[in-house]
């Protein structure tokens, strides 16, 4: 493919492409994403592929590998254009079927259709799925429409039109008023206006100036970054070198963490591709303005994320954070002007710069414009990747989209932004989200990590498992966040034990305070944000801890017993024979008894116990009644009377 | 260089652009305690204990003296109570790790640390770099580095170098506000050298 050298010829390329293109030619699209992978889509891939030239499809149908469209838990998800009809949990043994009876028969096979929970219809087409049918998915929406690994379905899109737009119709100024204008904030965390961090690192002394991606993801949960990368890595590209025009910059970095080995190929393709050309390198498009990409892989910290020891690490150095107080705009890789952003704000910009200030603003709310994507996750029946308008509220992504909670349990409380956000009530499912709300409520955006929990989590264990991570993920640098965890920690692990004081909450009210002050970084400044909230929630639940030594969820395991009522077990050996500890006492027709000091409360006999009986109790915070004595426990059944 | 005039516990200082809060307390003789700063090292921010809270506009927050460049207008309280109440507790906090040193016995005693409500752990180094800062800044010799991350962290020689360097010089011994390092050499000579 020769260089394109100008928009002309960029445009003459997107027809050329079209031209070629049949809409109405059968399309099979099969993500191909990190979490279909793991659920085997490699394999349909392959038997779509078999299959084809097995039946003489060859030329008739396309076979397209897209990135990921969110719905993660139904994988492989497999759908079929023009029709769009959807397909979830695909395997080979499907692939035939789907070939003979859909694509050629046009039928619809039903068991592979999705069902809704909530009203238990079969859905037919991707579009009337609960899941998307209440999303606006602009950034995320084009992942099942192309192959990551093409350019020229990324053309056919439209692609790298807002690139030739910048570069020939704007100047730099016209780009940066542009993003300064639509209000976009920063995806990746923070919530800093991009307009303005834009300007200070245009405006700041010094040269080169370096751009960066963040992919450095690392919340527990959350893949949102992950999936733009892999599923689209050339619209990440498209954003920075706009945002590199309007800066002033030549160069730029792509911070990716090796654990997302997929995104690395991709991306690294994708540059690839651009340069061949000539939407990189030197001279682009014929404008004169030149910018070169490097990818640099993360080691796998978490603190690297943060924009100064990311920096850090790609000057070669161990990633710790450094004090920010002046600003990385202006002194940032080797103390030259710097600009981070999130993958996410990256690929906000194409679309920002093609559809205009007032289209963008018009999503949103006042003070947070746009869509953010979340990643939905734990005790929620549809988990996946969820882009709303900003000011959507909880219920809805709960609730319309996340069809609610599985097991028809309560819903008790959602952990919004990783470990550095809070875990918020239900109380607050009608807030808007946005920035500036979440953060009202003691939680933040994060880079909108969503983890929901049912009335059997326990926060002081939610709170317990985040510090946990924090722990390890610390840089370990400075006295607040390394030494206020690990005493933290202690002070949870004491309480979850059963061994908690009086004091103790307030004491980690006290350390939170001091690491939220001074702390070297955000990490450690918000660290606390965990135990603070769940504290300003459900201080009850600490406090039936550690005065009643009682777990109300009944999850921390010093502080529950199991307890086989003698008035209903039947003496089934259900349970006796799945103990995994052998801690079930009794026989046939002898009523069951758990030997307390054997028992490893995993929990296992409240499970298999059978329904009718409901023999099998968790307790906590009440002393276990005494057995009866052996000779009561012989149940003399009717039918052998 | 331009000069700044701030105000640092109710004297008015004016030094030069670029200076650090702690270094323009000194020139009002204004104390703040530190205890990984060291003036032939680059600042490092890590002990937290010279936080003063500073006020611009009319927000107030807590920022390491030792890092933090002088403003025009600022004001800068060393002593507020805000900056006595984080300096106890990461005092605490050190005390728990490094029990018997005495230099943050001292601190700890100035700042009423009283009781100890901490579990007590045996590392004697609180990790303030200044050794392994010394030995590549000063010595250029990197003989010891920081291992390991968060509650991990600790600090140690390498012994292909340190067996080398270290026995000639030890000039980092004296700059350890605990007695941890001259053990944690001893311990390394013996076990990897």
Known sequence: MPRLSSVNELEELRQDILAKRDPQKPCIAICAGTGCLALGCDKVITAFREEVKKQGLEGKVDIRETGCPGFCENGTVVTIYPEGIFYIKVTPEDVTEILSQTIIEKKVIDRLLYVDPTTNEKIIHEKDVPFYKYQKRILIGNNSKLDPKSLDDYIALGGYGALAKALFHMTPEQVLEEVKKSNLRGRGGGGFPTGRKWESVRDAPGEPKYVIVNCDEGDPGAFMNRALMEGNPHSVLEGLIIGAYAMGSHEGFIYVRAEYPLAVDNVRLAIKQAEEHGLLGENILGSGFDFKIEVHQGAGAFVSGESSALMTAIEGRVGEPRPKYIHTSEKGIWDKPSDLNNVETWANIPFIINKGVSWFNSIGTDRSKGTKIFALVGKVNNTGLVEMPLGATLRDIIYKIGGGIPGGKKFKAVQTGGPSGGCIPEAYLDFPIDFDELTKLGSMMGSGGMIVMDEDTCVVDVARYFLNVLRDESCGKCVPCREGIRQMLRIFNRITEGKGEEGDIELLEEISEVMRDSSLCALGQTAPNPVLTTLEYFRDEYEAHIREKRCPAGVCKALISYYIDPNKCQACMICLRDCPAGAIEGGKNLIHVINQEKCTKCGTCLEVCPPRFDAVRRMSGEPIPVPIPQEERVISRKEKQ | ?193
Do not use: W
């Open chain 2, 1 to 193: 260089m331009k000069e700044v005039t701030l105000e640092i516990d109710g004297k008015e200082v004016k030094v030069k652009e670029g200076t650090t809060l702690l270094e323009a307390a000194k020139t009002v003789g204004v104390e703040i305690p530190t205890l990984c700063y060291h003036e032939k090292l680059e600042p490092y921010g890590a002990c937290r204990i010279c936080s003063v809270e500073i006020k611009s506009g009319n927000r107030t927050r807590l920022v390491a003296a030792c890092v933090y460049p002088v403003e025009e207008g600022l004001v800068v309280n060393t002593k507020s109570e805000r900056v006595a109440k984080t300096r106890k507790m990461l005092l605490e906090l050190m005390l728990a790790r490094a029990p018997s040193a005495k230099k943050i016995e001292d601190l700890a005693y100035e700042y009423g640390v009283d009781k100890a409500r901490f579990e007590k752990e045996s590392f004697f180094c609180i990790l303030c770099g200044l050794c392994v800062r010394y030995c590549a800044e000063v010595k250029k010799k990197n003989a010891i580095t920081f291992i390991g991350r968060g509650t991990e962290r600790e600090v140690m020689f390498i012994p292909e170098i340190a067996s080398r360097e270290c026995p000639s010089c030890q000039g980092c011994f004296d700059l350890c506000p605990t007695d941890g390092l001259r053990a944690n050499f001893l311990l390394a000579q013996a076990l990897t050298f």
